[in-house]
């Protein structure tokens, strides 16, 4: 995608990440290499704003009260709160992994029953639009730092 943009006279890119956990930093390296003149900024749109002002969940890493909030807000109708579990987790064998010292691919249906992460049961879309709109606001704010550069 790069190398088409780039070809067609692209300067800029902002690659909206909303995958948590997935970062392209090594890639965005790269590129910056081979196209020293072409601008990539990586958001993570889970990560911009902190949670605490929004959620009441302190154990939110997958379909727990904050990206719920969020789906709930954007696309009401994905959400099955009725099918929601509660967020247990089985702890992994490695404490360090467990404490988030170290990070280690997970397999889904060994570490939690309905392969949530965080409780969702307090999820509102009210909670889920407040989070956006100031997510929305920051990620603003750098387009319009981009467009200045």
């Known amino acids: 995608m790069v190398d ?15 995958h948590g ?6 890639h965005v390296r790269d590129l910056a290499k081979k196209y020293p003149n072409f601008t ?3 958001v993570d749109w889970w990560s911009i704003i902190p949670t605490g002002d929004y959620f ?13 909030s969020v789906l709930l807000h954007y696309r009401p109708d994905l959400v099955k709160m009725e099918q929601a579990g ?33 409780n969702p049961k ?14 929305v606001e920051e990620i603003a704010g750098l387009l319009i730092e981009m467009r200045e550069l």
Request: glycine share 14%; hydrophobic share 30%.
């Open 4 to 18: 088409s943009l780039h070809g067609q006279g692209f300067k800029k890119l902002v690659i909206v990440n909303g």
């Open 21 to 26: 956990g997935n970062t392209f930093k090594g």
């Open 122 to 135: 307090k999820s509102t879309a009210e909670k889920g639009e407040k989070y956006a709109e100031a997510v």
């Open 56 to 68: 009441e969940e302190k154990t939110d890493d997958h379909a727990g009260e904050q990206e719920t």
């Open 86 to 118: 509660d967020g247990k987790v089985t702890p992994l064998p490695m404490e360090s992994i467990n404490q988030k010292v170290g990070w280690l691919p997970r397999h889904w249906q060994l570490v939690s029953e309905d392969t949530g992460i965080g």
């Open 40 to 42: 990539i900024v990586v």
